[in-house]
């Protein structure tokens, strides 16, 4: 198994969810034996990486973890998944993307992940990666401050309400 150079892993304090509704516990709980395959940095993002940040984002319909392509086959490979490539939106679009079930919210796995803002696409490939337990999970997060750029980035208004919240702490 590869090891990451220890300035990729920052491990920050376990963070005390005062109430993480149990959909959303449930599936973080589960998430470390499932990425377990990867052999690069992976993260969370969006709203559930904002929980994890011990603030309330509002609504977290699923979860999105970004990880490289290598992982993705590997990952997707072990939950019967077919990738969907090539696949997005006006504003978001992935190299490769899928959506499983398997658990009480969607997870979203996408490699290449980008976005459009002010007229050009924007890879998403975070530069630091902070570790949160989670029940018996190691969950992997961007900082706080580069959580906050990603999601400005976004330019949705339930993005920056994030982002606000992010940097009121």
């Excluded at 198994?1 to 005062?18: H, K, Q």
């Excluded at 696949?87 to 459009?116: D, T």
């Excluded at 050009?120 to 018996?136: A, E, Y």
Aim: aromatic share 8%.
């Amino acid at each position: 198994m590869r090891r990451f150079p220890p300035s990729c892993d920052a491990t920050i304090p376990v963070i005390e969810m005062r109430h993480t509704p149990e959909p959303l516990a449930e599936t973080l709980s589960a998430l470390g034996p499932i990425l377990a395959p990867a052999r690069e940095p992976w993260w969370i993002i969006g709203s559930a990486a904002v929980a994890l940040h011990g603030v309330d984002p509002g609504t977290v319909a699923d979860i999105d973890i970004l990880l490289s392509p290598g992982d993705a086959a590997r990952v997707l490979a072990t939950l019967g998944l077919e990738a969907q490539r090539g696949s997005g939106s006006s504003r978001f679009c992935s190299e490769i993307f899928a959506v499983w079930h398997g658990l009480p919210l969607p997870v979203e796995f996408m490699a290449g992940f980008q976005y459009r803002s002010g007229g050009s696409w924007h890879t998403v490939r975070p530069t630091s990666r902070q570790k949160i337990m989670f029940g018996n999970s190691a969950i992997f997060v961007p900082a706080r401050d580069e959580l906050i750029a990603l999601l400005c980035g976004f330019c949705r208004p339930k993005d920056r309400m994030r982002a606000e919240r992010l940097a009121d702490i």
